[in-house]
């Protein structure tokens, strides 16, 4: 005789491999998990608090101590709320670089092989890094902004000299610097994954960000005039000024043709993701 092979029933609910379907969700977990388990993350986002807060308040106190020495013309242009920010100008560096690591640090590690098997349609994963990326850094440098120009204005208000968040434009100006930093994060992850790098993606991203400013002050007047307000740097800053410069972009028109830059970048990704080996 030979034993009946009994074939149980899966349970009501619940499919062959369900467990182990990749989800949105689950690649969403995964990323986040990665991002918080790195050193780099830790200590990029601290040297980008630190940046915004700590610089904010030192440049604030150095404009107290020397604003008997001003001339009319430079206590005309001054700007509270520019001053109480100027650490989000530094705080690009870290948070681009952490950007970029954030790619770029998976093909550096051969990581990126084992990233890609488990979720093989690919784009999932670069949706989710650039999604928990850029949750993590608006709400952080958010708070920092917020914290650098409250602490800014309370040294300012010793010469009476600070302003408030009910002025017009402050209040676009202290969000924006949250927004501003995301994007440039957004544009590191972009170019990490396009170029698969960390050097090369840093260094791209600086010569945006930094390096062609430059390059293009040294144009003639007619042209820089011309040029200049549409780069993504000076695009994304307009949303950090309240005394509106009549040669650059409206803030919100600057801040959204910064986002299109960001994402030409995470185009440019994707479809290499898609038609490159790993």
Not at 55 to 79: K, N
């Amino acid at each position: 005789m030979t034993a009946a092979t009994v074939e149980r029933p899966a349970p009501s609910g619940l499919a062959a491999g369900a467990g182990y379907r990749v989800t949105p969700w689950r690649v969403l977990r995964s990323e986040w998990t990665k991002l918080r388990s790195l050193r780099s993350t830790l200590f990029s986002l601290l040297a980008a608090i630190v940046f915004v807060v700590a610089l904010g308040c030192l440049i604030s106190w150095a404009r107290v101590q020397h604003w008997d020495q001003e001339s009319p013309l430079e206590r005309l242009r001054f700007d509270p709320t520019g001053v109480s920010l100027s650490g989000v100008f530094l705080a690009q560096l870290a948070i681009g670089v952490l950007g970029v690591l954030t790619f770029s640090g998976e093909y550096g590690t051969g990581m990126i092989r084992a990233t890609l098997t488990a979720v093989p349609h690919r784009l999932p994963v670069l949706w989710a890094k650039a999604v928990v990326f850029a949750a993590v850094t608006f709400v952080l440098m958010t708070i920092s902004s917020f914290t650098a120009f409250l602490l800014g204005q309370g040294v300012l208000s010793s010469r009476h000299i600070d302003t408030t968040l009910g002025h017009p434009g402050v209040l676009t100006a202290v969000l924006g610097g949250g927004l501003y930093l995301t994007v440039v994060g957004l544009l590191g992850v972009g170019l990490g994954a396009l170029i698969r790098s960390t050097a090369g993606g840093i260094a791209t991203l600086f010569g945006i960000l930094l390096v062609l400013p430059l390059i293009v002050h040294f144009l003639p007047s007619n042209w820089s005039d011309n040029i200049d307000p549409y780069l993504p740097s000076s695009a994304g800053q307009a949303i950090l000024s309240v005394v509106h410069d009549p040669t650059s972009m409206a803030p919100w028109n600057g801040f959204a043709l910064f986002c299109g830059y960001a994402a030409v970048a995470l185009a440019g990704a994707a479809v290499a993701l898609r038609r490159r080996d790993a």
